[in-house]
C-alpha cells in the first residue's frame, strides 16, 4: 500500500461499479488517465488488434469502455488483471484490444494511459512500458465510469486515486505527481476522485463543478487504522436530496474524527442485510438516522431495550412533522433526539414529557466544496439569490379552511404567528384556544395535529411569497419549481430547482443569499452558514437565536417584517461592494462552530454521556 493513501479506496467484487459519466464527448484524442489499482483476478488476454470485438469477454475493466455516440467515436476501456493491463476501444461493432501488457500486477501498483494524437502510452509505476498503434477511430474519448460494462466483464480488486487530464501527460509529469495528492486545480485535471469520502453511496470530485461519482455495490475499505469505533448513518429520500447530503457530510467529519462509518441507503435493496450486519459488528459506538430514517426498522430493538448502541434522530425539521413515526412519547433510554430549534426540545418536553437525551443542534454548513474559490464581492456575477420550493399557500389553507370545528381558529392562529418569533406555532394555538375558551388537547387529536401541520406549511410558504415580494425590485435569481407563485418582474430570473450541492456552488457566486426561516424561534437554518462559508452575505429573517449570536448590519442581513424599506438598505448595500466584503469577512469566522465537523463531535459527546450514565 502507497504511504500516502488517503482515508481509504474502493474494493470491487462480482458486479460493483462507480459512475459518473459512461461517455465524456469533450475529452477526446489527447488525454490521461491515472489511478492506483490492486488487482485480484486475472484477465482474459487477446492479440493487439486496431477492429474486432475481443473485448466483450473475460475482462476486468478498471475504466469501462463508452460506446461512442456514432461509428467516427470510440470510447477506450481499460481492463486490469494480475496478470496484465490491456487497453480497448468500443464503437459500433468494434471493441478491440489496441494495446496489450501481459505482465504480473503484484499489490498496489500505479497505471497511467496516455492518449496523444490518438495513440495509446502505457505507464506502470511511472515508467513507459508499451505504446500502442494509432485507433482506427476519428475521434477516441475517455469516460468517468469505474469498475466494468455488463456483459463485457468487471474489475476484481482495489481501486483508488483516480485522475482524468484532458492533456496527454509526459512520463516525468506522472512521475512527479503519482506519489502525491492533489489540489484539484492543477492546469488540466478534468476529474479527480480520491475515493475519500467513504459513504458508499457517493464520492466527490475534487475539481470544481466536476461530476460526482455514485456507487453501485463498491466497498470501502479503511486505508488507515480507525481507533474510535464504528458509527452507522441511515438514510432516505428528501426534497432536493437534502438529507443524503447532510448525512454524507457528516460521514466525512466522523472518518476525519477516526471513525469508520457505515452508510445505510433504506433505498437499496441490501439495506436490512447490511443494517443486521452492523448491528452485529463489536466495536459499533452509534447509529444515526438522518430525520429519524431507520427507526421502522429499529423501532422492536429499541422498545425492547435490545439496541446495543444509542440510536440518535437528527431532526431537521418540527418534531410535528413526525410524531406519527418517532414515538416520542416513548421515554427509550438508548434514544437521542437532535433538534435544529431549542423550542423543539420544549415541545418534546411539554407535549410528550420526553425525558430522552435530547441536543440543540442548529443545522449547520455543508462541507465546503473543496476547490471552488471564494471570490470577492466585485467578482460576483449574481446579486441576490435565493431557492425555494412551491408550498402553496393557498393550497394548505384549503386544508382547514372547511373545518367546521378548526376552520375559524386555525385562521386566526395563522395570522398571529405570521410576523412574530417571540412565541411557537404551538404556543400561539394554545393562547389563542385559551382566549376563545376552548379546551387544548393536542397531542389526543390527531385531526389537529395534522391541520398545525399545513398551518405551519402555510405560514413558510406565505412568508417566502411576502419577503421576495418586499425585495422585488432588486435583480434576484431565483431556483424554484413554481415560478408563478412568485413576482412576475423583469429583474428576476427564474431557473429550475437543482440540487443541494449544485445551488452551493452558485453561492461561491453570489453577493447576497436569502434565507427564510421554517419557523424557528430559537435555531438557525444550513443555507445561513453555507452561504457565510461561501463568502457570500447572508440575508434572513430574523428570531431569537440570531438576535443573541449575530449583529444586523455587521455580519448578518435580518428582515424586519413588512418593512417596505428593506429594498432600499439591500439596493444600497450592493452598490457598496467593499462594506458587503466586511459584512461577509466578520461573518466568515462565525462558520467553524455551525459545521458538519462541529456537529460530529457534539454526537460523539453525546456517546460518552451515555456511556459514562451507563456505567
Not at 483508488?160 to 495528492?181: F, G, K, P, Y
Not at 418534546?348 to 442548529?362: D, G, H, I, Q
Not at 455580519?555 to 418593512?563: A, E, K, Q, V
Request: charged share 20%.
Amino acid at each position: 500500500m502507497y504511504s500516502w493513501m488517503g482515508a481509504g479506496y474502493y474494493y470491487f467484487s462480482f458486479q460493483d461499479t462507480i459512475k459518473a459519466k459512461s461517455f465524456l464527448e469533450h475529452i477526446y484524442n489527447d488525454f490521461t488517465y491515472e489511478f492506483w489499482v490492486n488487482p485480484a483476478a486475472e484477465h482474459h488476454i487477446d492479440l493487439p488488434s486496431l477492429s474486432g470485438t475481443d473485448g466483450i469477454s473475460g475482462k476486468r475493466y478498471v475504466i469501462a469502455p463508452g460506446h461512442g455516440l456514432h461509428p467516427g467515436q470510440a470510447g477506450i476501456g481499460v481492463s486490469v488483471g494480475t496478470n496484465g493491463v490491456s487497453i480497448y476501444e468500443h464503437t459500433y461493432c468494434h471493441l478491440p484490444a489496441v494495446l496489450v501488457h501481459p505482465s504480473p500486477i503484484s499489490g498496489w501498483t500505479h497505471i497511467a494511459v496516455v492518449y496523444s494524437r490518438r495513440v495509446p502510452y502505457l505507464y506502470i509505476n511511472g515508467k513507459l512500458v508499451q505504446v500502442g498503434g494509432p485507433s482506427a477511430i476519428a475521434s477516441v474519448h475517455a469516460s468517468a465510469a469505474f469498475g466494468g460494462l455488463s456483459p463485457y466483464g468487471f474489475f476484481i480488486g482495489g481501486l483508488d486515486e483516480v485522475r482524468l487530464w484532458n492533456v496527454a501527460r509526459t512520463e516525468q509529469e506522472i512521475a512527479l505527481s503519482m506519489h502525491s495528492q492533489l489540489q484539484g486545480d492543477e492546469p488540466g485535471l478534468a476529474g479527480y476522485w480520491r475515493f475519500d469520502d467513504g459513504n458508499g453511496i457517493v464520492e466527490s470530485n475534487q475539481v470544481a463543478n466536476g461530476d460526482i461519482a455514485h456507487v453501485l455495490g463498491a466497498n470501502w475499505v479503511p486505508g488507515r487504522t480507525f481507533n474510535k469505533g464504528r458509527i452507522g448513518v441511515i438514510i432516505h429520500s428528501s426534497a432536493y436530496d437534502a438529507t443524503r447530503h447532510f448525512a454524507f457530510d457528516l460521514t466525512k467529519a466522523l472518518i476525519q474524527s477516526d471513525y469508520i462509518v457505515e452508510v445505510i441507503d433504506l433505498l437499496q435493496p441490501t439495506a436490512q442485510s447490511k443494517l443486521d450486519n452492523l448491528l452485529m459488528q463489536q466495536d459499533l459506538e452509534l447509529i444515526v438516522g438522518m430525520n429519524g430514517h431507520g427507526i421502522d426498522q429499529l423501532r422492536g430493538s429499541l422498545y425492547a431495550g435490545l439496541l446495543p448502541v444509542p440510536f440518535l434522530c437528527y431532526l431537521v425539521d418540527h418534531p410535528m412533522f413526525h410524531v406519527d413515526r418517532i414515538p416520542f412519547e416513548r421515554n427509550l433510554s438508548q434514544l437521542i433526539i437532535a433538534c435544529v430549534d431549542r423550542e423543539h426540545i420544549r415541545y418534546l418536553e411539554k407535549y410528550f414529557n420526553n425525558s430522552s437525551l435530547k441536543l440543540f443542534s442548529p443545522q449547520p454548513a455543508l462541507n465546503k466544496l473543496p476547490t471552488t474559490p471564494v471570490k470577492d464581492m466585485s467578482e460576483r456575477s449574481i446579486d441576490l439569490l435565493f431557492a425555494g420550493t412551491s408550498l402553496s399557500p393557498d393550497q394548505q389553507r384549503q386544508w382547514w379552511k372547511q373545518d367546521l370545528q378548526y376552520g375559524a381558529i386555525l385562521d386566526e392562529i395563522a395570522e398571529r404567528s405570521m410576523y412574530q418569533y417571540d412565541y411557537s406555532l404551538l404556543e400561539i394555538c394554545e393562547q389563542t384556544f385559551r382566549i376563545h375558551g376552548l379546551p387544548f388537547n393536542y397531542t389526543q387529536d390527531s385531526r389537529l395535529v395534522q391541520l398545525l401541520q399545513k398551518v405551519d406549511m402555510y405560514i413558510r410558504g406565505r412568508r417566502r411569497l411576502e419577503i421576495v415580494e418586499m425585495l422585488g425590485d432588486l435583480p434576484m435569481t431565483i431556483f424554484t419549481d413554481n415560478p408563478r407563485e412568485f413576482p412576475n418582474r423583469k429583474n428576476i430570473k427564474y431557473r429550475e430547482p437543482v440540487s443541494l450541492k449544485t445551488l452551493q456552488a452558485h453561492m461561491y457566486d453570489s453577493k447576497i443569499v436569502l434565507n427564510v426561516l421554517a419557523n424557528l424561534v430559537y435555531g438557525a437554518h444550513e443555507r445561513i452558514f453555507t452561504a457565510m462559508q461561501a463568502g457570500a452575505v447572508s440575508l434572513t429573517d430574523s428570531n431569537q437565536f440570531l438576535d443573541e449570536n449575530f449583529q444586523d448590519g455587521k455580519n448578518i442581513l435580518l428582515i424586519p417584517y413588512r418593512n417596505q424599506n428593506i429594498s432600499e438598505r439591500i439596493g444600497r448595500l450592493l452598490e457598496q461592494p467593499d462594506q458587503l466584503q466586511l459584512i461577509a469577512n466578520a461573518a466568515a469566522q462565525w462558520v467553524p462552530a455551525h459545521t458538519w465537523h462541529a456537529r460530529a463531535q457534539q454526537f460523539i459527546g453525546a456517546i460518552q454521556a451515555i456511556k459514562k450514565e451507563i456505567s
